[in-house]
């Protein structure tokens, strides 16, 4: 013992002799890229869909970091993969990631919990599992992310219905029994909305005439990017480092004052 930490002593001091300080190393730090995998609630504005993707990447990242929307509408962890998305974001992270920190966010839920889709919870879980364990095995770094509340209230005074509880619940058991990265969007966007009450929610609806309050407008799609920007940063500074803050927006978030 009395020798092994002579020798473990000798080797410490030798090591700091001989090595120099890593003086460049800042210019080794990769920048974050960050791909986002999931359904019209991540995905671009666009006709039936709309989600928090284009507002995070367009305006919560310091350049040179960036990234990628693969969010597509309708769909689940199912047809994420047979659909061919899944093999895309894969790729990307293979392409990126000697250049990058390859980020891989991962949301489904809204259409897997529909009766249409029979997918059951157990099968939700073991999918998103399997993703985070491709992502891992392709080079990236996922990050689960816990489904975008609807926005629906009911009951006086008005409350968020809570229908993704389950699902919320299910991602954050997969995340915790992977030790993966999580952020913890439904339960941000629930407390958002339930402070600002269903007028001030209803800004943020993709379509002013379709009651449709689950997809974001462009402006929604900034206010909620940035709450999932917000639990990143919260949780993680190798993420903060390539992250711009917006103080007056997240001081509006924190303090539950329409954006
Ligand atoms: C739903 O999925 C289960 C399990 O995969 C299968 O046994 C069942 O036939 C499916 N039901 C329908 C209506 O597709
Ligand atoms: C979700 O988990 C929390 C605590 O972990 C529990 O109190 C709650 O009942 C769960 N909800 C559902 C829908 O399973
Ligand atoms: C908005 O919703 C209305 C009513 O459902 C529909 O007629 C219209 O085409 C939608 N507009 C867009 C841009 O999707
Ligand atoms: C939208 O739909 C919900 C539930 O279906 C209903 O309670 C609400 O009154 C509708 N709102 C409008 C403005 O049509
Ligand atoms: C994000 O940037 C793209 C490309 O400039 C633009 O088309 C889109 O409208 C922007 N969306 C949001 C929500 O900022
Ligand atoms: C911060 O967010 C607010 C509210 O969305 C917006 O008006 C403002 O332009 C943003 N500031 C910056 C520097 O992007």
């Not at 300080?21 to 019209?40: E, I, N, Q, W």
């Not at 920190?101 to 998103?128: C, M, R, W």
């Amino acid at each position: 013992m009395k020798l092994n930490a002579a020798f473990s002593l000798l080797s410490s001091l030798a090591c700091a002799l001989a090595v120099p300080a890593p003086r460049t190393a800042k210019h080794h730090v990769k920048p974050a890229y960050f791909v986002l995998a999931g359904d019209s609630t991540t995905a671009l504005q666009n006709s039936g869909g709309g989600g928090w993707g284009a507002g995070f990447l367009n305006d919560t990242l310091r350049s040179p970091a960036s990234g990628k929307n693969y969010g597509h509408n309708g769909r689940t962890t199912v047809s994420f993969r047979a659909g061919g998305d899944w093999g895309e974001v894969l790729d990307e992270v293979e392409s990126h990631k000697n250049s990058n920190e390859v980020f891989v966010t991962i949301q489904f839920g809204h259409n897997d919990q529909k009766p249409a889709a029979n997918i059951s919870l157990a099968e939700y879980s073991a999918n998103l599992a399997q993703f985070v364990t491709d992502v891992r095995t392709a080079g990236g770094q996922p990050i689960l992310v816990t489904p975008l509340t609807r926005r629906a209230f009911s009951g006086n005074p008005p409350r968020i219905v809570e229908n993704l509880a389950d699902q919320r619940n299910a991602t954050i058991a997969v995340a915790q029994s992977l030790h993966s990265r999580y952020v913890d969007l439904n339960l941000a966007s629930t407390n958002y909305c339930n402070a600002i009450g269903p007028a001030a929610s209803w800004v943020y609806n993709l379509n002013d005439t379709a009651n449709d309050t689950t997809h974001l407008n462009d402006y929604g799609s900034v206010v909620f990017g940035r709450i999932v920007s917000d639990l990143m940063v919260e949780k993680y500074d190798d993420i903060k480092f390539w992250t711009k803050p917006n103080a007056t927006l997240t001081y509006e978030l924190d303090h539950g004052i329409p954006a």
